[in-house]
Nanobody
């Protein structure tokens, strides 16, 4: 059974930092592309960052460059999203997702990030 479980979300002030984690089970994590996806209330899903099995990154959202960093620990089957210099517009439900390529086929339940003073 494929499971992706996100954690680390919360309430943070503008300019603050958070680190999201996603623990994966049920598929060969080290062979999968992993993606962080976010969704604002009433809006569609937006791909934010993708990392391939070799560690190469792809940014889908220009607004997060130099502020958000994706990484993975294949030994721990865990995906990370380091979020720095957070802005109110980063407030979203963040999901991790995985697939054999950049187009993911499995997604977790999400963790809420709220940036507010």
């Amino acid at each position: 059974q494929v499971q992706l479980v996100e954690s680390g979300g919360g309430l943070v002030q503008p300019g603050g930092s958070l680190r999201l984690s996603c623990v994966v089970s049920g598929f060969s994590f080290s062979m999968y592309y992993m993606t962080w996806v976010r969704q604002a209330p009433g809006k569609g899903l937006e791909r934010v960052l993708c990392i391939n099995f070799g560690g190469g990154n792809t940014y889908y959202a220009d607004s997060v460059k130099d502020r958000l960093t994706i990484s993975r620990d294949n030994a721990k089957n865990t995906l990370y999203l380091q979020m720095n210099s957070l802005k109110p517009e980063d407030t979203d439900l963040y999901y991790c997702a995985g697939g054999m390529g950049p187009n993911y086929t499995a997604r977790g339940q999400g963790t809420q990030v709220t940036v507010s003073s």
